[in-house]
């Protein structure tokens, strides 16, 4: 159990967790560093947020928001683009980030995979039921660690299918998109599940609404919520831990990675 750390830096108005603080590149980037100082290997920027109800940006200002800040962190750890778009992806690309986390694992640019594959970039795939603005209206599953897990494999194929590397594909199975808070759990407990998919695990339940609904704590107040599903998600086979609050979750990986031994 060692996993990577991704640390979020935001550059978004309205973003569920921290809208609003790093809108200024410059702010940004020195975030950027100071999660790479505390222990994250990869830094994901983002231009839009993902939350429910969140407004639509252009590709303009999605490149406007997030070109400088890939720029200014790409020398300083492995920069990946939280985008669904695929301007912004090549924009991001040409600025140095080396992987495009797609919440939409492809579905609304398909054209995302080619540029990947031309240009030998990592690739991340997540799954969500609906789209952010409809996700939480009624999540429903037949078994939800099968309905995700079956619904990794097709977008994987289809990845590779258009000639990206197996081997640049990470997944993730999109804590807080479209589910429930009993969904969240049982893909938490059953991680481990989606291991046989063969591919690095992604894992975001960083501040999200799912641990408010456990003990009612608003967004800035679930920093153990976040340690102790991160840590449980790290254990059941998580390689990549995506969360906002790095030096502390790395202080847990330590804890837990020596008490395991
Ligand atoms: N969660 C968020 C955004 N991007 N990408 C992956 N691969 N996995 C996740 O769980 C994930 C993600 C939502 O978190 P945040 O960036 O803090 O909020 P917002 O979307 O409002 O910017």
């Known amino acids: 159990m060692n996993p990577k750390l991704m640390g979020v830096v935001n550059v978004t108005p309205d973003s569920f967790s921290d809208g609003g603080r790093f809108l200024d590149a410059e702010k940004a980037i020195a975030h950027g560093n100071?999660?790479?100082?505390?222990?994250?290997?990869?830094?994901?920027?983002?231009?839009?947020s993902t939350?429910?109800?969140a407004e639509e940006v252009s590709v303009e200002e999605e490149v406007v928001r997030t070109r400088p800040v890939?720029?200014?962190?790409?020398?300083?750890?492995?920069?990946?683009?939280?985008?669904?778009?695929?301007?912004?992806?090549?924009?991001?690309?040409?600025?140095?980030?080396?992987?495009?986390?797609?919440?939409t694992a492809l579905r609304v640019a398909p054209e995302i995979a080619g540029l990947c594959a031309e240009r030998g970039a990592?690739?991340?795939l997540m799954h969500m039921q609906g789209d952010p603005r409809t996700m939480q209206a009624d999540p429903r599953y037949g078994d939800v660690v099968e309905d995700v897990k079956a619904f990794l494999a097709e977008r994987l194929e289809a990845a590779v299918a258009a000639g990206v590397e197996e081997e640049r594909i990470w997944l993730d199975p999109g804590i807080g998109f479209g589910k429930t808070l009993e969904h969240?759990?049982?893909?938490?407990?059953?991680?481990?599940?989606?291991?046989?998919?063969?591919?690095?695990?992604?894992?975001?339940?960083?501040?999200?609404?799912?641990?408010?609904?456990?003990?009612g704590s608003g967004v800035g107040d679930r920093l153990?919520?976040?340690?102790?599903?991160?840590?449980l998600a790290a254990v059941e086979g998580a390689d990549v831990l995506r969360v906002?609050?790095?030096?502390?979750?790395?202080?847990?990986?330590?804890?837990?990675a020596a008490?395991?031994?």
Do not use: C, W, Y
Not at 34 to 48: C, K, R, S, T
């Open 34 to 48: 100071l999660l790479a100082e505390q222990g994250a290997g990869i830094l994901d920027v983002g231009g839009e």
């Open 51 to 53: 939350r429910p109800g």
């Open 70 to 103: 890939v720029e200014g962190l790409a020398g300083v750890a492995t920069v990946s683009i939280d985008t669904s778009k695929l301007g912004v992806a090549e924009a991001a690309l040409d600025a140095g980030a080396a992987i495009v986390n797609d919440v």
């Open 122 to 124: 990592g690739l991340i």
């Open 184 to 215: 969240n759990l049982e893909l938490l407990r059953r991680l481990g599940e989606l291991r046989s998919l063969g591919r690095p695990l992604v894992v975001g339940t960083s501040r999200k609404s799912f641990i408010g609904k456990i003990d």
């Open 224 to 231: 153990g919520g976040t340690i102790a599903s991160s840590v």
């Open 244 to 256: 906002h609050d790095v030096a502390e979750t790395a202080q847990a990986r330590t804890m837990a």
């Open 259 to 261: 008490v395991l031994g």
